[in-house]
């Protein structure tokens, strides 16, 4: 495959992970450049080896990949094909085309748990002192149900199953109360909590190795959550809990736990504690002089290209207007997005916000382990003071 063959695991683990991302913004990623195919000849020249070879690094159909990228169209919503010209006339049915299924419909789980549920008197630690305003705990892409070694050949060895995610979810809250500094807690769940639904990511066209059903990812998912809550809430005198349910695994099955997650936690401690499922792509949250502007940083159906790790002119053009729009520029602003796997905290690449990639509190995936490397997960934890925050990283 010539020059850029050295560069065929960081292709395949670009395509592979940013559904829909073109051949050319796949070169600029790769080189670390915003320039043009125009502007720079190394991008044209790696931009139509992509474009030439995609297929065969996808491992997929390389006629009709081909005809559906040319009309910009997503692959997997082009049910057939028609091509006709002046010697041939040939019908063709894509392999690759997934039906739309109908969304998860939304459940009252607020009518089913308020008569069953008796509300708690939390009795808070009263020989603590703040010295922090506030104090934040971010996780994310924890991808419930994923299975990273489906046939026991993965390249990496690893699991991740219920006893690892309960056993992580041991480690998080004890790192969570040793760096406590304030009675406060603000945490951001930043998408992506379930690995899909009917072992297909939320958009349809991408088959996920899962190793729990539907039904087990449920009951992990929505047992995670509130035993998080359960050790922390005498810890603290007030704990909001943001969820974000607008990703491209999760999706509405993300949505229907976290709901049942609000309504069952907010009954049993009916103070000190607020849910908020952001169902929007981005959405904004004031606490003290921060604001924080959270996203997974890819949606649930529509948006082409997410946000990437690295900022470049455009994010930063997109972040800004958002903040003109909403009038925010009188705070502290905080962009924090998961989705890359990747934790990257930018504090000088724009003026106006910080630009943070929180990594994943899961493993990464066999295939990402196969056709990249390995990689590490972690979660992070702040405290928040009037000019100043301390940021502590956990790495398993």
């Known amino acids: 495959?010539?020059?850029?063959?050295?560069?065929?695991?960081?292709i395949i683990s670009l395509l592979q992970s940013?559904?829909?991302?073109?051949?050319?913004?796949?070169?600029?990623?790769?080189?670390?450049?915003?320039?043009?195919?125009?502007e720079s000849v190394d991008v044209n020249s790696l931009t139509q080896h992509i474009r030439r070879h995609r297929a065969e690094l996808l491992d997929k159909n390389e006629g009709i990949y081909n005809a559906t990228e040319e009309l910009d169209v997503p692959n997997s919503k082009v049910k057939h094909l028609w091509?006709?010209?002046?010697?041939?006339?040939?019908?063709?049915?894509?392999?690759?085309?997934?039906?739309?299924?109908?969304?998860?419909?939304?459940?009252?789980?607020l009518s089913i748990f308020k008569d069953k549920i008796e509300p708690i008197k939390v009795t808070q630690l009263d020989n603590f002192k703040s010295t922090a305003l506030f104090d934040r705990l971010v996780i994310t892409d924890i991808h419930i149900g994923m299975d990273v070694n489906k046939d026991g050949y993965a390249l990496y060895a690893g699991e991740w199953n219920e006893k690892i995610i309960f056993e992580r979810l041991e480690i998080l809250v004890k790192h969570t109360i040793q760096n406590k500094k304030s009675d406060t807690l603000i945490i951001h769940d930043l998408g992506d909590y379930l690995d899909g639904f009917?072992?297909?990511?939320?958009?349809?066209?991408?088959?996920?190795?899962?190793?729990?059903?539907?039904?087990k990812m449920f009951d992990i998912g929505l047992k995670f959550k509130i035993v998080l809550i359960d050790s922390l809430i005498n810890q603290f005198k007030k704990i909001q809990f943001i969820n974000i349910c607008n990703d491209n695994h999760a999706g509405s099955f993300g949505y229907i736990v976290n709901s049942a997650f609000k309504s069952y936690i907010e009954l049993k401690y009916n103070e000190g504690i607020e849910v908020i499922n952001q169902r929007r792509f981005i959405d904004h949250y004031i606490t003290e002089n921060r604001c924080f502007i959270l996203t997974h940083?890819?949606?649930?159906?529509?948006?082409?290209?997410?946000?990437?790790?690295?900022?470049?002119?455009?994010?930063?053009?997109?972040?800004?207007?958002y903040i003109d729009e909403h009038k925010l520029h009188r705070y502290k602003i905080e962009f924090s997005k998961g989705d890359s796997h990747q934790l990257i905290l930018d504090f000088t690449s724009s003026t106006s916000f910080e630009y943070q990639?929180?990594?994943?509190?899961?493993p990464p995936s066999d295939w990402v382990k196969t056709n990249f490397k390995n990689s590490i997960s972690c979660f992070t934890h702040f405290n928040y003071y009037e000019n100043q925050k301390s940021i502590s990283n956990y790495i398993f």
């Not at 495959?1 to 960081?10: D, R, S, V």
């Not at 940013?18 to 125009?38: F, P, V, W």
């Open 1 to 10: 495959m010539g020059k850029w063959t050295e560069f065929k695991n960081e």
């Open 83 to 109: 091509l006709k010209n002046k010697t041939a006339s040939l019908f063709v049915k894509n392999p690759d085309y997934v039906e739309d299924g109908e969304d998860i419909k939304e459940i009252d789980f």
């Open 357 to 362: 990639n929180f990594g994943a509190f899961s």
């Open 297 to 321: 940083g890819k949606d649930d159906k529509s948006l082409k290209f997410g946000f990437k790790p690295i900022l470049d002119p455009a994010q930063i053009e997109k972040i800004k207007n």
């Open 18 to 38: 940013n559904e829909g991302m073109s051949s050319h913004l796949c070169a600029q990623t790769i080189l670390k450049t915003t320039k043009s195919k125009r």
């Open 198 to 215: 009917d072992g297909y990511t939320t958009r349809g066209g991408h088959k996920l190795p899962q190793n729990m059903d539907n039904q």
